[in-house]
């Protein structure tokens, strides 16, 4: 078990790589599980969640290596063992993820109901239902789903999502790609990885586009084949620099991210007047931090995409208690997700939990070191930021949790000025 300390009150400041995405190379690597080709992904983010779909891939079967640094080869020539241990799924939610591919590709797949971080319920039921429109028999029994397809093969369907369901979507997308005849995905999920798993398919052979914002179609073909493809940039990582640099007074550059993918962010930034520039031809975004205070209090309220991402208003939160004023949250798509809300009181943070959704917070309030827990990722960025922002030297443990969506995130804060350090409890 490891821990960071950080000594805050250094404002950050220089250039940052931002990686990969993390919410699209996970799918990608499914994606690959559809033909018997191999497959090349670049850009891909050095994180334990890409590490534990690779082990997990490599036990069903399957071909997964790195080479030259951030790229990654995969070749899905046959599933030797189309299982999903309780151990992964406990560990990665997205490895529910293999649900579509699996049945499309070699007609059967059992998978655990999966885990990942604790911010409330994440049913899966979105994707089974899709999947059973599309002719799949799923059985859920003694904690895991036991996934059959036709004979013949899935089939197309029209599927009318009741709700945005980033991952049920690419399931049900991905599982088109080989079925018979036409899919009609309605209410679908419109962020950028989505549309980058999209590009990916198509580079792949799949017939498939997004006819209207929220609908996407899908013509079956009777194969797949390899291709190259660059993982886009963490809209998210960018994000958490960008609040980095605000938070501490500094200036960050962060490069290898389109800024067009954080209109919802950066209309947050423009209301709490936040000073930046955004070159979606050069991709880069840079932020100015504002060494006197002079932010204005926001409210915030979460939604899918384009609405502002219910995984960036924990980091947000460190914006708001230093601006002037009250700023308000109010989380729509989980209902535990201000749980890290309680560790920045003990950092001196002035909250009121309205209620499990809703939440006031009062500024500007000079925050302070202390030992402080992380619950999941986002909440892990936030402690950072919190304790970047903070006086004196917060300890924080359950550093595991970062690893999974940040790529060395430590040495990067470093790079850009400030003390931290992973130390073994």
């Known amino acids: 078990m490891q821990k960071f300390v950080i ?3 250094v404002p950050l400041s220089g250039e940052v790589r931002i990686a990969g995405a993390k919410n699209a190379v996970l799918k990608m690597m499914a994606a690959a599980v559809l033909t018997d080709q191999p497959c090349l992904l670049r850009n891909v983010p050095n994180i334990s969640d890409v590490a534990i779909l690779r082990e997990l891939l490599s036990d069903i079967g399957f071909e997964v290596r790195r080479i030259n640094g951030d790229a990654l080869e995969l070749h899905a020539v046959e599933a030797t063992w189309p299982f999903v241990p309780l151990e992964a799924g406990v560990k990665m939610r997205a490895s529910f993820i293999l649900l579509g591919p699996m049945l499309a590709r070699f007609g059967r797949v059992i998978l655990p109901n999966p885990g990942g971080d604790r911010i409330g319920r994440r049913p899966v039921d979105l994707h089974v239902s899709a999947l059973e429109q599309m002719g799949a028999t799923i059985v859920y029994r003694n904690g895991y789903y036991f996934a059959s397809a036709p004979e013949a093969g899935l089939h197309g369907a029209h599927i009318d999502f009741p709700t945005v369901t980033v991952m049920g979507t690419e399931n049900a997308m991905m599982a088109a790609t080989l079925a018979q005849g036409t899919t009609v995905l309605d209410n679908a999920a419109l962020e950028p990885e989505v549309d980058d798993l999209i590009q990916m398919l ?3 052979g799949a017939r498939i586009e997004r006819t209207a914002d929220r609908r996407i179609e899908i013509d079956g073909v009777d194969a797949l084949h390899g291709t190259e493809h660059r993982v886009l940039g963490d809209r998210l ?8 640099a605000a938070v501490t007074g500094g200036s960050v550059k962060a490069t290898g991210v389109d800024p ?3 209109g919802a962010f950066l209309s947050v930034c423009d209301q709490m007047g936040i000073a ?4 979606a031809a050069g991709s880069t975004l840079t932020v100015h931090g504002a060494a006197n205070g ?4 926001v409210d915030v309220r979460t939604d899918p995409y384009p609405g502002f991402a219910t995984d960036f208003q924990a980091p947000l939160s460190v914006l708001m208690t230093q601006a002037q004023g009250t700023s308000s949250i109010h989380e ?7 749980d890290h809300l309680l560790e920045l009181v003990r950092m001196g943070a002035r909250v009121e939990l309205v209620d499990e959704r809703h939440a006031r917070i009062t500024g500007p309030t000079q925050l302070h070191g202390a030992e402080v827990g992380i619950a999941d990722l986002r909440a892990g960025a936030t402690l950072i930021l919190a304790a970047l922002t903070a006086g004196g030297t917060s300890v924080i443990s359950g550093i595991e949790h970062v690893d999974r969506g940040y790529e060395q995130i430590e040495a990067k804060l470093v790079a850009l000025g400030a003390r931290i350090n992973r130390i073994e409890a």
Request: a negative charge; proline letters at 0%.
């Open 7 to 9: 000594t805050g009150g």
């Open 202 to 204: 198509g580079g792949m």
């Open 237 to 244: 990582e960018a994000e958490t620099f960008a609040i980095a």
């Open 260 to 262: 067009s993918h954080l």
């Open 276 to 279: 930046y520039e955004a070159d």
């Open 294 to 297: 002079g932010l204005r209090a």
């Open 332 to 338: 729509t798509i989980f209902e535990d997700r201000l």
